[in-house]
């Protein structure tokens, strides 16, 4: 059984960070590129960071400079340092397979002070 989840999420104020984490089982993750998408009350989905088996990243223009992934393949994790948060960075942050086949429920981060 596949199973993704998400931790770490929380209120921290802005220009402030937080790390987000998701624990993996049931996948072959040393052979799954990853992903983090997040969703903002009222607005469509939003594909944040990717990193890919051997450790390549992608980011979103947005989060670009602030945001960092990385993977941990002893423990099956990967890792979202948010660093320089602002509210508009305020959403439910998803783990999921890069394929987009399997999903975390999801951890709200809220940026506000």
């Known amino acids: 059984q596949v199973q993704l989840v998400e931790s770490g999420g929380g209120l921290v104020q802005p220009g402030g960070s937080l790390r987000v984490s998701c624990a993996t089982s049931?996948?072959?993750?040393?052979?799954?590129?990853m992903a983090w998408s997040r969703q903002a009350p009222g607005k469509e989905r939003e594909l944040v960071a990717t990193?890919?088996?051997?450790?390549?990243?992608t980011y979103a223009d947005s989060v670009k400079g602030r945001f960092s992934l990385s993977r941990d393949t002893a423990k099956n994790t990967v890792n979202l340092q948010m660093n320089s948060l602002k509210a508009e960075d305020t959403a439910v942050y998803y783990c999921h397979t890069a394929g987009g086949n399997y999903w975390g429920k999801g951890t709200l981060v809220t940026v506000s002070s």
């Open positions: 049931g996948i072959d993750f040393r052979r799954t590129d």
């Open positions: 990193i890919g088996r051997y450790g390549s990243t």
